[in-house]
């Protein structure tokens, strides 16, 4: 399976610590497929007839997603590191470019699903990208699982829905099970968000 988040061998990124390949080779396209339709569900006033198909349709698939149900083990969504943004469409999806064992360079755009308004992203979308991309970067390179502790982002300038925007992140400091690590959106040169975090290795025992 190709992997598409990093040139093969040249970071951590993508070092998997649970290997998933369920959902097969297409589950992406699938992931791909539902961020376009939250994108243009959420950008269409839909008129009754779409309303009731779309109701129809979205029950089907649940009656027939039903039947595949498993237990968070076994989950596909969010555990398909492979992919940009691992296959889920909680948060907006990441694709790292760059990275090494103590930071991580990549793109983000946050689509229409994202608006917060007047074309800003919403601003509890923007630390949870953080959080997405700190919280993965803090369990790479063979470093034990970890919690974010605290996560505290300053909103610098508008960031806007449907560029595709730089994002950075890199640790400032690791002291024991202490991980600081900071974090930034750039559309361009002008810096949208910044962000600070410290995330907690867990102890043996700790979920
Ligand atoms: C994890 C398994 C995941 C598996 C997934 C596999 C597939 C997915 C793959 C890829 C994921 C992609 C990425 C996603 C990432 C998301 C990450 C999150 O969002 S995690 C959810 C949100 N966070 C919580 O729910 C934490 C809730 N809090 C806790 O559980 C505890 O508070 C915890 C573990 C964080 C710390 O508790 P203590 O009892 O172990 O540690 P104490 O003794 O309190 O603190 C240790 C030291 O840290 C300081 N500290 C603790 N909290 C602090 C804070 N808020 N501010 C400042 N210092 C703090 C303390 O003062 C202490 O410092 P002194 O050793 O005395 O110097």
Known sequence: MPR?????????????????????????????SLRDLLDGFAAASPDEET???LADAFAAW????????VGERQQVFGRRRDLHGRGQVMAPKFAAEESDERSVKGTVTFGRYFLGGN????????PLLFD????????TAGRSQSRTAFLHTDFRSVTPVGVP?????????EEGRKRFIRAEIRDGDTLCAES???FLALLPGQP
């Open 196 to 198: 600070h975090g410290l």
């Open 165 to 173: 925007l730089s994002v950075r992140a890199w640790f400032e400091s």
């Open 119 to 126: 074309g800003a992203v919403h601003g509890g979308a923007i």
């Open 132 to 139: 997405e991309v700190m919280g993965r970067l803090s369990n």
């Open 4 to 32: 598409t988040g990093l040139p093969s061998g040249s970071g951590t990124w993508l070092d998997p610590d649970i290997p998933v390949t369920g959902g097969g080779p297409g589950y992406g396209a699938v992931v791909e």
């Open 51 to 53: 309303v009731r198909a």
């Open 62 to 69: 649940s009656k027939r997603l039903e039947r595949h149900r």
